[in-house]
């Protein structure tokens, strides 16, 4: 699982905002998909370019592409993973994402959500939100505050 921090939190939000707002959807596009939106919002890449990289590997969609990856292969796709993967995003990740197939998002939705549609931008921008959410839960959870007693002690 992803690992909590507020750049991905955000970049899910900012994705999860952009396609409620219209931004182009298209799941069978390698640029503008559940995956390819987000890699838009963490890159700053076109959906087209995006989409020419993909092609470039001839791998499939990103769960296929994830299976293929190479970090240190410098073909554009897979530094296009790796930038992803720095910012806290796991392979696994990106096929949960794809396909919209993570347990512990979907065990998270009303119960009449937890069989989402990959291909249905309302879906894609409630499990970018839950993920949001979840990883801001995380990560707010390791956060230890200093006990009040020390605080006096402190400030006297």
Not at 30 to 46: D, F, R, T, V, Y
Not at 61 to 73: G, I, L
Request: hydrophobic letters at 40%.
């Amino acid at each position: 699982m992803a690992t909590p921090n507020l750049e991905l939190i955000s970049a899910l939000r900012k994705t999860a905002k952009k396609l409620e707002e219209g931004a182009p959807y298209q799941w069978g596009h390698m640029g503008s998909c559940n995956c390819g939106n987000l890699a838009q919002e963490i890159s700053k890449l076109s959906k087209a370019e995006i989409h020419a990289y993909a092609m470039q590997n001839m791998q499939g969609d990103w769960s296929e592409q994830t299976e293929a990856y190479c970090p240190v292969s410098n073909q554009p796709m897979d530094l296009l993973m790796t930038k992803m993967t720095e910012i806290g995003l796991t392979m696994s990740d990106l096929k949960n994402l794809e396909k919209l197939s993570d347990k512990k998002i979907l065990q998270r939705l009303p119960s009449e959500f937890r069989f989402l549609y990959h291909n249905k931008r309302d879906h894609v921008v409630m499990y970018m939100r839950e993920w949001a959410t979840m990883l801001e839960e995380e990560l707010l959870a390791d956060i230890v505050l200093p006990k009040i007693e020390n605080m006096v002690a402190v400030l006297d």
